[in-house]
């Protein structure tokens, strides 16, 4: 979504390296030097000299990813070559632990790994321990980090509650120790969900972080800096360090080391409103090939994000979506009898971004192979509930500049054209294969909204009535709301959203959405969340239904 960076001058910032590895030791100088200590506070990498010599150390946490009744992936980055090494229990004390051993973590991937659990017991919570072993010498090994999670249910009258959200260090608002950092994840991990879903956006790699920004009221928002957010990332080393950027703000760690994530990519983990094949016009990139681009930020991905269906064998590709894992973002994430989350990449197949009005469009924004896949999937679903992760929303209209449009709508409520037709495939599928649950989670547009469309209301017809609902931003600028499209017959029942663009966090909640599904009832209560507390509207959903 194209957005505009905060405060008047759009010079670069200086910045600093708050967690480096040891090659990284000598930037930190100074005000960049207090940055770092500002973000990681206690939990810190250790002092050069320790660096140097001692034990491996995980400063940057744990967190776990695509969690199902019997799985799920648990993630790691050391300051040095180490061997993971997992340890699960049922109990704190971890008494009658088993033991996973993980990678060696090298400088390949960053010192990140990846490790899976498999055999876990559905419908329980689970301990885990990650500790770091000197690869030649395994008796030397770090300080153990913790964490625990919950397995999907194999029962469904156990319910599942999860929360969504997206869009995190967006527009030049970073880590602000006045305020207390990302608090949004405090407040999440306190709700404590089964999992967590991150609609795309979860780091801005070409937005500039600056150390201080002042408000149109005089206030001064300060952010914590690094050098791999001073420019647009251009390098793999420059992606990584956007990924470690969140990773400084110990509420983020907090709630990593708590609960799950389902994570998906949309623009900004390469650059705005990118699509495969685009040849950049920016001055501020010296490399113009998005494709070479969203290759570096794919491998960065895979190595910084626990997805299943990255983590597997393989050599390292282009970017497809893949995590240069030779894998794919897209995937079905089983929770259970009642839930199917149906993970969209609407970024790696698309065409390119144009007016959007073409009359026949097979790639559209999922892409031919994508699309049969999808329908494959809900067709052979038997879930209760099926989410469908999306990336971008389906009838809010995202400008990309004066003439080209970003997302699938593009403000003409006629009949489907470009980018529609294939959404207007799918939902014909949904509608004549009788599917049943569906309803489109999604975040990117920086305000929060509920949206029912209607055969009744629009143009196409031929579909059943479904609801979309929008948050974010998690840690954002915030924005107004976007204009609605009528080819599928959008009736927007709530909205919240500023009336100027790129409010600061100071000055506009964080938004986030909760699922709520009854194992009773099979009810699907959707709660629209906003930062402090408060739930600003809520929506009850009936199971077995085509449409709502």
């Known amino acids: 979504m194209s957005h505009p960076v905060p405060g008047s001058s759009p010079a670069p910032a200086p910045a600093s390296e708050s967690a480096p590895s040891p090659a990284r030791r000598g930037v930190l100088r100074g005000s960049l030097a207090a940055s770092a200590a500002l973000a990681l506070g206690g939990a810190g990498l250790a002092a050069p000299a320790f660096a140097l010599s001692g034990r491996p150390r995980a400063a940057w946490g744990v967190q776990t990813g695509d969690v199902t009744a019997s799985s799920g992936l648990v993630w790691v980055r050391s300051d040095r070559p180490a061997r993971m090494i997992v340890e699960t229990s049922a109990t704190e004390s971890f008494r009658r632990a088993r033991r996973h051993r993980g990678p060696l973590l090298g400088a390949g991937t960053d010192f990140t790994g990846t490790t899976a659990l498999r055999g876990l017991p559905a419908g329980e919570q689970v301990h885990y321990r990650v500790t770091l072993a000197d690869p030649d010498d395994p008796r030397r090994t770090g300080e153990p980090v913790t964490g625990t999670f919950r397995t999907a249910p194999d029962r469904r009258r156990d319910g599942v509650r999860f929360l969504w959200s997206g869009d995190v260090a967006g527009q030049g608002w970073g880590i602000n120790p006045d305020v207390g950092g990302f608090r949004a994840y405090d407040e999440m991990r306190r709700l404590d969900p089964d999992f967590f879903l991150c609609s795309g956006d979860a780091i801005y790699a070409d937005g500039v972080i600056e150390p201080s920004v002042t408000l149109p009221d005089g206030r001064v928002w300060r952010n914590v800096t690094t050098p791999e957010k001073a420019k647009v990332a251009e390098t793999l080393a420059e992606y990584r360090g956007n990924f470690r950027y969140n990773l400084l703000d110990h509420n983020v760690r907090a709630f990593n080391a708590r609960v799950p994530s389902i994570v998906q990519w949309d623009d900004h983990e390469v650059r705005n409103n990118w699509y495969p094949g685009q040849i950049l016009d920016d001055p501020r990139y010296a490399e113009k090939d998005v494709d070479v681009l969203a290759a570096r930020a794919a491998r960065a991905f895979g190595e910084y994000t626990p997805v299943s269906t990255l983590h ?3 050599g390292r590709g282009g970017h497809g979506g893949d995590g240069g894992h030779g894998g794919r973002v897209h995937r079905v994430v089983r929770y259970g009898p009642l839930l199917d989350v149906f993970v969209l990449d609407m970024r790696s197949y698309r065409n390119p ?16 192979e994508q699309l049969a896949w999808l329908k494959r999937e809900l067709a052979a679903s038997t879930a209760v509930w099926k989410v469908l992760a999306a990336d971008m929303p389906v009838g809010l209209v995202v400008p990309d500049g004066a003439v080209d449009f970003e997302a699938i709508a593009q403000g003409d409520p006629g009949a489907p054209l470009g980018r529609e037709l294939q ?7 949904v509608k004549h294969r009788r599917i049943t649950g569906t309803l489109w989670l999604t975040a990117d547009v920086h305000h929060t909204s509920a949206q029912h469309y209607a055969p009744e209301r629009a143009a196409f017809q031929d579909f059943a009535p479904f609801w979309e609902f929008v948050t974010g931003p998690l840690a954002a600028g915030a924005f107004p709301a976007s204009a609605l499209d ?4 959008p009736d927007r029942v709530f909205v919240r959203a500023p009336e100027r ?4 966090p100071m000055e506009s909640p964080s938004y986030f959405g909760e699922v709520d599904i009854d194992g009773h009832s099979g009810d699907l ?6 930062e402090g ?7 009850v959903l009936r199971p077995g239904r085509v449409g709502q």
């Open 312 to 314: 597997v064998p393989g």
């Open 353 to 368: 971004n144009s007016p959007n009005r073409q009359a026949d469009d097979t790639t559209g924004i999922l892409g031919a």
């Open 423 to 429: 959404i207007a495939e799918l939902l014909r599928f």
């Open 486 to 489: 009528g080819t599928f017959g």
């Open 501 to 504: 663009g790129n409010l600061s």
């Open 525 to 530: 209560t959707v709660r629209l969340r906003a």
């Open 533 to 539: 507390g408060r739930v600003l509207f809520s929506k």
